[in-house]
Structures are given as structure tokens and as C-alpha cells.
């Protein structure tokens, strides 16, 4: 859920500019600002809540709400609702800003790629969960002229995620 909430995300803070440009012109920085509050108030409030209804259910409601925001990004855009651009784009920035409450260790630690010998794990290069956002993203609108397939695929990503979390259990270990 991790990696669905962050390239998601990411896929919309790279955005965010062009997406408020269309409908918001010279006035788009607005929107990227809202990005910056949005993660204050994220970081406050998901600690608060996740602490209330637990970990895991916090992380599946952060991402169905986000998959269902991702879904709709693109009526909104093309609606020109700023009310409902400046909710959307506010709530799935949120969404990635709250990951970093609950699981703080992993920020950073995920998401960028690192050099040999500075590998989360040993072994495994941090290639970032974010590494195929923009290319992705930037492939899909290139060929469709559109973003929408790009936040389809980003929700259908989120979509699985939460379907996997939910039917995996975390192995037992032995006390012997």
C-alpha cells in the first residue's frame, strides 16, 4: 500500500502545475501551494486518527479514498470545479503525507534511489517507490493526450494493494 499510495501521489504532486494551469492559468502555483498545507495538516491529523482506528485500517481508507479521487481526477479537471479540483488533488496529496505518521522509517527510505552500499536492505537497491510515476504518466498522456488513463492505472494499483494487504497475514514467528 506503501508503494500504490506513493506513486500515486507522486503522479499527481508532478502534475499538479499543468492540472492547474488548465483551469486556473497564471494562478496554478494555488494549487501546488495547497500541496504544502495539505502535507502539514496530514502529518498532524493521520497520527491522530491512525492511533484511533489502528494502523492498517487507517492505510486502507487512505487508499480507497484515494483511489476513488484518483478515479474522478479527471471529470474534475474537465468539469473546471475548483472546489472539487482543490478536494481531489488536496486529498491525494494528503494521502501520500500520511504514510509518514504511522511508518516514519520509511520515509526516504523508499523513496528515492540510492547508491551501491546504501541499500535499505542488504542486497536490495532502493530503486524508490516513485521511480516509475512520472515516466509512466508522462508515457500515458503522450499517447492518449490525457492523464486519465494514468490515474486509472494509479487507483487500480491501489485497488490491489488494499485487496492484498487484506488477504495476506504476517507469518508467525517461532518462540523456540
Known amino acids: 500500500?506503501?508503494?500504490?499510495?506513493?506513486?500515486?501521489?507522486?503522479?499527481?504532486?508532478?502534475?499538479?502545475?499543468?492540472?492547474?494551469?488548465?483551469?486556473l492559468g497564471p494562478s496554478a502555483w494555488l494549487?501546488?501551494?495547497?500541496?504544502?498545507?495539505?502535507?502539514?495538516?496530514?502529518?498532524?491529523?493521520?497520527?491522530?486518527?491512525?492511533?484511533?482506528?489502528?494502523r492498517d485500517n487507517a492505510y486502507t481508507i487512505n487508499c480507497l479514498v484515494s483511489a476513488?479521487?484518483?478515479?474522478?481526477?479527471?471529470?474534475?479537471?474537465?468539469?473546471?470545479?475548483?472546489?472539487?479540483?482543490?478536494l481531489a488533488v488536496g486529498h491525494r496529496l494528503l494521502a501520500v503525507w500520511r504514510w509518514f505518521v504511522p511508518d516514519a522509517r520509511l520515509h526516504g527510505g523508499l523513496l528515492r534511489p540510492q547508491k551501491p552500499g546504501h541499500e535499505l536492505w542488504p542486497g536490495v537497491p532502493r530503486l524508490g517507490s516513485g521511480l516509475l510515476h512520472d515516466p509512466v504518466?508522462?508515457?500515458i498522456k503522450d499517447i492518449t493526450g490525457?492523464?486519465?488513463?494514468?490515474?486509472?492505472?494509479?487507483?487500480?494499483?491501489?485497488?490491489?494493494?488494499?485487496?492484498?494487504?487484506?488477504?495476506?497475514k504476517r507469518p508467525m514467528h517461532s518462540t523456540e
Open 31 to 54: 494549487l501546488v501551494s495547497w500541496g504544502g498545507l495539505i502535507n502539514a495538516m496530514g502529518r498532524v491529523g493521520t497520527g491522530m486518527y491512525s492511533d484511533k482506528i489502528g
Open 1 to 23: 500500500m506503501f508503494i500504490g499510495t506513493t506513486q500515486s501521489g507522486l503522479l499527481v504532486i508532478a502534475n499538479a502545475a499543468p492540472i492547474g494551469a488548465k483551469i
Open 137 to 139: 504518466g508522462r508515457y
Open 68 to 86: 476513488g479521487a484518483l478515479l474522478l481526477l479527471s471529470t474534475i479537471i474537465a468539469s473546471g470545479n475548483l472546489f472539487l479540483l482543490f
Open 146 to 168: 490525457t492523464l486519465t488513463w494514468a490515474f486509472i492505472l494509479s487507483a487500480i494499483v491501489l485497488i490491489i494493494a488494499v485487496v492484498i494487504s487484506r488477504v495476506t
